[in-house]
């Protein structure tokens, strides 16, 4: 069943008259509503990350002409690295200590992203307002459906 999403091609690989297998992927929508962003934090650097704390970003395609503001919707239970097809294991008994990163989910407001269109892994400079440490750490709210 298809349903309706407002955004826009990223990348198209059919072409008028192709013979397409089964289960073939025709076409990759980016989604223009509902835009979220996961930035990379150092695992000392989210020390002090809630939920809905304000964050300020700057986009390297606008520079500093344009500030994006949202909040932190979630922090990640695991490092990129861990979810890896094949993840990496030190089997030589020399551990080197090397810092992890941890995906921040930040939503982002509807109107800025319309006025200033972002790409899909562009690069960014984040900055997290962590005054308040009211907020909770991890979610406890259940998605009842998915977000596309």
Same mark, same amino acid.
């Given at each position: 069943?298809? %349903?309706?999403?407002?955004? &826009?091609? !990223?990348?198209? %690989?059919?072409? @008028?008259?192709?013979? =397409? ?9 980016? $989604?223009?509503?509902? @835009? ?22 700057? %986009? #390297?395609? *606008?520079?500093? *002409?344009?500030? &994006? ?6 922090? &990640? ?9 094949? $993840? ?13 990163? =941890? ?5 982002? *407001? ?7 269109? =972002?790409?899909?892994?562009? !690069? ?7 005054? #308040? ?5 991890? !979610? ?7 977000? *596309?």
């Amino acid at each position: 069943m298809l %349903s309706h999403i407002n955004g &826009y091609v !990223s990348r198209r %690989s059919v072409k @008028i008259g192709a013979q =397409l297998p089964v289960g073939a992927t025709l076409i990759e929508v980016v $989604p223009a509503d509902n @835009i979220w962003m996961d930035a990379n934090f150092k695992e000392i650097q989210i020390a002090n990350m809630r939920i809905d704390q304000p964050v300020t970003m700057i %986009s #390297n395609v *606008y520079g500093d *002409y344009v500030i &994006y503001n949202g909040k932190i919707a979630g922090i &990640y239970m695991g490092t990129s690295s861990i979810f890896l097809l094949l $993840p990496e294991q030190n089997a030589t008994g020399k551990w080197i200590k090397v810092v992890q990163c =941890l995906p921040v989910r930040i939503e982002l *407001y509807a109107k800025q992203i319309a006025d200033h269109p =972002l790409h899909i892994s562009m !690069s960014t400079r984040v900055k997290v307002d962590t005054a #308040n440490l009211d907020g909770r750490v991890l !979610s406890n709210v259940v998605r009842d459906k998915p977000r *596309y």
